[in-house]
């Protein structure tokens, strides 16, 4: 029934809870669900079927809630996934962390057990919304059959409103079980909770006006964007002030794309690894941070804003205002209100920044000299930053590039260039784990049906997750997937050979990641050579039938694995701890 059907109808229905909980989601306009289903659920999984739900079964359930983050920051929108009872929803912990983290919205749906037996040593039975709890917003737990369609509203609130984030939906066997009759006139959504923002809010003017006179008179301000720039839409905004008053923007990992790369006021990547921007940041008499939680990587362990400058922060969250820095002015809104609010305040510009407009151009022109024997290097095996560098060229502009946790993410954070405004860079930052790539590709690639899609992972992401290129290939979902393969956990690697000089537990097996695609239904190829990665780059960009593995062998010398020097071992010496 649609939602217009409900909205004027008096009739009622004789739904099962599972079925009831199906014609909820109906009405939400909704993405793939991936999960993989139980006994508990099996009238949901009944429903999906009967009104065509877009349900895509996984062979590992943490994979599916990070293909539905993934789906999520393309769409904006809230991704969807289900685990069955016990082992399906523990699995679910990692991703959700993630999603909160990150300010994803989500909504999970887990079976949980019968509640006539509950308690007594029931197959699979865990404590799960105990463990569930501290992994999202909010568990929604349904103890009675017919509160489903308020609580799929509360759900939908919850994952869109203010900061984003996951949201479970229990539902005990029984209830999902059980049939019902409810008025028709009950299932309906609000429509302004189906997508981020939902609600968003302005700033208050008093806060206002204080940042706009501290940025009024400043001679070198910088903005310092993160992912909530992305989740509040705010690139036009964003743009709009920077260029009308010579703002150079930095942003972290989440936060590339809040303006091109290549645009004259980008400053790049601040915070463990930089370009320019940390010395930016020294050089700065102004910090304006837009939806950015200023977290140890972007502060490089809290160490990196001065003391003495001002910071005006931005955030959707008030609690997050000077959770790790002091603040001049602190605005809770939602960032792209914000930022339209501020460039009114603000008027015409009243400071001459072209001395700064320049030196952050001249800058990032020595930084790209200086980078261009890396980026262009014949070296054997391969370097990353060619291999980083290669991907940017084959991309085109409204591509998207899904990085995996640990250093494939930095690397790719570091070197490589968006050409739009907008989230075409996908790093899951909000727990950093890896795993994230492969699932990754699938939610991105699902998300843009017919833009290019390439996943940058490393060989021990992409063994935790190998099992999803059935999924992938299974599903229809077609991208590349780039495999960094240096036959070692590539970062802890590194980091024990800066800290120690030895390695334990940091090795992999040598492996051919293209011949197991190829085992699997995919297409795989290999490359040694630097020249051989534009044409297999191309040959995967060109497939439009199956995912593609690249298989990229890189440098096994831990010394040169890492882009830069981590902030986190300057100061130690081998038998130290690190601070």
Known sequence: MSGDEAKGSNARLRLSGGRLLAEMLALSRPGPIFGMGGFQLLPFYEGCRRLGLDHRLVNDERCGAFAADAWARIAN???????????????????????????IPL???????????AGKNMTQEARQT????PAVKEVLRVERTERIPELVRRAFALATSGRPGPVILDVPEDVAHEEIEIDAS???LDPATLEVPARPTRPDPQALARAAALLSRAERPLLLAGGGVHLSRAWEALRALVEAHGIPVAHTMSGKGAV??????SAGLFGRYSRIANELVARADLLLAVGCKLGEIATRRFTLLPEGTPLVQIDICPEEIGRTARVEVGIAADARLALCDLAAELGPPRVDREPWRREVAERMARWREEARPRLLSEEKPISVARLVHEIERALPEDGILVADGGFAAHWAALFFDTRRAGRHFLADRGFASIGYGLP???GAALAAPGRAVVALTGDGGLNMTLGELETARRCGAVFTLVVVNNAASGYVKALQHAVYGAYQSSDLCELDYAAIARAMGCRGIRVEDPAELAPALRAGLDERTVPTVVDVVVTRDPARMLPGVDSRVLRVRPG???V
Do not use: F, Q
């Not at 909504?107 to 509640?115: K, L, Q, S």
């Not at 105990?130 to 709890?133: A, G, T, V």
């Not at 091109?260 to 006021?265: D, Y």
């Open 107 to 117: 909504i999970a749906i887990t079976g949980d057990a019968h509640r006539a037996h």
């Open 576 to 578: 130290d701890r690190p």
């Open 440 to 442: 990754g590709a699938i």
């Open 130 to 133: 105990e463990i569930l709890r």
């Open 77 to 103: 929108r809230p991704g969807l996934c289900d685990g069955t009872l016990g082992p399906g929803a523990t699995n679910l912990v990692t991703a959700l962390v993630e999603s909160l983290n990150a300010g």
């Open 186 to 188: 009950a299932l309906w």
């Open 260 to 265: 091109p790369c290549t645009h004259p006021l």
